[in-house]
Every structure is written in C-alpha cells, then in structure tokens.
T-cell receptor
C-alpha cells in the first residue's frame, strides 16, 4: 500500500507570497494528482503528472520520480487560493487513488 | 455535459436504516470509484468498478455494497447504517489516469 505524506498540514501566508506544498510517496506510481477542495465544496483536479513539470496560470507542479516526491507551487498567492490541497497517487492497475491528508492553506489579504 | 453527478446531496439516516447513493457519469468512462472523506483521515477508497457488471473492494469496503448494472451508473448501498458511516461520499469516474469527481453526498447517521 502506498503511503502518501504531505507537508505542511496547515499553512497561513500573506497575499502575494510564494507558496510551496510538498508530497512524498513510498511506492512507485503511474501518475500523481494535485487536487483542490474549497470549504464545503467539491474536489477539482489541478494537475496530473507522470514526469517533469506542469504550469497552469500561477500554479506549478513538479515531480521527481526517482525521489518519489512532488511539489505544488503557487506564485503571487491570493485569498481566493485559500483551500485544501490534496496530493493523490495512482498505481499501475485500475484501482483508485491513494490520498494524502491534505494541506489547509489560508491566504490573508 | 454534466460530468459526474451524485444523488442525493444530503441525507440524515437513523442507525439501522438503509439507503442507496447514486453516481452517474456521461463521459463513457469505464472506471468508477466511491470514496469517503473523514476529518483527519483524508479520502479513502470504498469500492470501485472497471466496467459494467464488475466491482471490486477498496481500502474500506465493510458495511457497503455496490452495483454497476449500467456503464454510466455506480450505486453505493448501505444495508444497515451505523454512526461510523457518517461521512462525505465522493464518486469519481476515469478513463484511466484522469479522475473526475462528483459534488459529494453528506451523510449523517444518528
């Protein structure tokens, strides 16, 4: 069973700061997902990665397969980025995702 | 396209009652999943299906049953609800790598 660890668990920052959330996993994977969940809200997929780096607007996700580690970066953070960010990994089969416990991010104006 | 929909959005049950949660997807995906989300535990896989007529157990299957009679629908049943099943339930569908999540069902068992 893959163990997925995220850090930090909670993060409070000021508007405009550069944010980094880390994810590590214990067993090789076929893909890694970064998900976003607003309070009381649904789950939105931000990125799916199997190698390298992806960028979407102010969000950047990277993955190092050899080190079993991924990072999610938010540049020029904004209060609307306040949410829970969840890392999830997929093994090689058809079974579902294994999730980290999430990082609760608050961006203060 | 509606994507992934879940019915109902909220439900309160008494211990011992039964209910069925419905998940529907219109993306012609083969794979469908039921997860539960609990504070401090994160999301965990209950059951999944790799195609019409097939189901398999996930990490926390006890107390739940599922059926996939039609490709677009995946049903999650609670035969005798227990307070430990109070949770938010998410359905997801996938072509293989991408996962699309439904809006969730908030279930409270008293």
């Amino acid at each position: 069973k893959n163990e997925v660890e995220q850090s930090p668990q909670n993060l409070t920052a000021q508007e405009g700061e550069f944010i980094t959330i880390n994810c590590s996993y214990s067993v090789g994977i076929s893909a890694l997902h970064w998900l976003q969940q607003h309070p009381g809200g649904g789950i939105v997929s931000l990125f799916m990665l199997s190698s390298g780096k992806k960028k979407h607007g102010r969000l950047i996700a990277t993955i190092n397969i050899q080190e079993k580690h991924s990072s999610l970066h938010i540049t020029a953070s904004h209060p609307r980025d306040s949410a829970v960010y969840i890392c999830a990994v997929k093994g090689g089969g058809a079974d579902g995702l294994t999730f980290g416990k999430g990082t609760h991010l608050i961006i203060q104006p | 396209n509606a994507g992934v929909t879940q019915t109902p959005k909220f439900r309160v049950l008494k211990t011992g009652q039964s209910m069925t949660l419905l998940c529907a997807q219109d993306m012609n995906h083969e794979y469908m999943y039921w997860y539960r989300q609990d504070p401090g535990m994160g999301l965990r896989l209950i059951h999944y299906s790799v195609g019409e007529g097939t189901t398999a157990k996930g990490e926390v299957p006890d107390g739940y049953n599922v059926s996939r009679l039609k490709k677009q629908n995946f049903l999650l049943g609670l035969e005798s609800a227990a307070p430990s099943q109070t949770s938010v339930y998410f359905c997801a569908s996938s072509g293989y790598y991408e996962q699309y999540f439904g809006p969730g069902t908030r279930l409270t068992v008293t």
